[in-house]
């Protein structure tokens, strides 16, 4: 059974960082791209981050540029996002999802709320 | 960018209902790459439906999509209690990948 479970998420205030986790399990996790997806409260999924299988030319929506890097850790079969510069127009569920021919598995989230 | 607008945003029914969902695009997509997605709180959103009207594993067959083009449909037949949750729809023809913003179903 594919299983992606994500962690690291909270109450950060703005300029804050944080760090986000995603475990994988039941699946070949070195053989798919792998992407974060963030959900705003009331708003539709938005595509955050992708990453390719051995983690080169990772691409990011324009409004995290610069601010936000997604890696991977194939050993460990971990993804993660490192989200600095935070403002409150970060504050979303963000999820794990696996990249196959399309967004196929998602993790249960964990909320990054960014608040003072 | 393709910009996926869902209809309605809140379709209140009740159990063993019919119930329809649009998904409209801004632009043609042409492979069919549309899915639909069901997300409850504080779970994992579950892929229903590929390529339009394929039915992911697992997927009862009381789902099913149709549709072409820029107009999309998800139809649930009879409505189950599980089946009161949040579906949004999602294409992956072109990059970003883009979502709806969702269709909440709620019992009458």
């Known amino acids: 059974e594919v299983q992606l479970v994500e962690s690291g998420g909270g109450l950060v205030q703005p300029g804050g960082s944080l760090r986000l986790s995603c475990e994988a399990s039941g699946f070949s996790f070195s053989d798919f791209w792998m992407s974060w997806v963030r959900q705003a409260p009331g708003k539709g999924p938005e595509w955050v981050a992708n990453?390719?299988?051995?983690?080169?030319?990772?691409y990011y929506v324009d409004s995290v540029k610069g601010r936000f890097t997604i890696s991977r850790d194939n050993a460990r079969k971990s993804l993660y996002l490192q989200m600095s510069s935070l403002g409150v127009e970060d504050t979303a569920v963000y999820y794990c999802?696996?990249?196959?021919?399309?967004?196929?598995?998602w993790g249960q989230g964990t909320l990054v709320t960014v608040s003072s | 960018e393709i910009v996926l607008t869902q209809s309605p945003g809140t379709l209140s029914l009740s159990p063993g209902e019919r119930a329809t969902l649009s998904c409209r695009a801004s632009h043609t997509i042409s492979s069919n790459s549309l899915a639909w997605h069901q997300q409850k709180r504080g779970q994992a959103p579950r892929l229903l439906i590929y390529d339009a009207s394929s039915r992911a594993t697992g997927i009862p067959d009381r789902f099913s999509g149709s549709g072409s083009g820029t107009e999309f449909t998800l139809t649930i037949s009879r409505l189950e209690p599980e089946d009161f949750a949040l579906y949004f729809c999602h294409q992956y023809e072109t990059s970003p990948w883009t979502f709806g913003q969702g269709t909440k179903v709620e019992i009458k």
């Open positions: 999802a696996r990249r196959g021919n399309l967004y196929d598995y």
């Open positions: 990453i390719n299988q051995d983690g080169s030319g990772p």
